[in-house]
């Protein structure tokens, strides 16, 4: 997990796809920071001109509460 983020700090332009409440996206990562603890925040803007809020442990697992399927192409 270390390694992932360790990428994921350094991955603003790289791809995104999922499901965010069911519905598919695809977007670019605009910007990571840190949260408390030992997470990230990363917000993803999709080609459809949406954001979307990730935590970098969501798109480590591939889903979260509202998300599934999730990949990052680094």
């Known amino acids: 997990m270390n390694s992932f983020m360790n990428a994921l700090w350094n991955a603003t332009g790289s791809m995104v796809t999922g499901f965010y ?6 977007g ?5 920071r840190t949260k408390a603890g030992d997470d990230l925040s990363v917000v993803v803007k999709t080609y459809d ?8 442990s969501e798109l480590f697992e591939g889903a979260g509460n509202v998300t599934s399927n999730l990949h990052v192409y680094f």
């Open 28 to 32: 670019d990562i605009e910007d990571v």
């Open 21 to 26: 409440n069911d519905e598919p996206f695809v």
């Open 49 to 56: 001109g949406e954001t979307i809020l990730l935590s970098g």
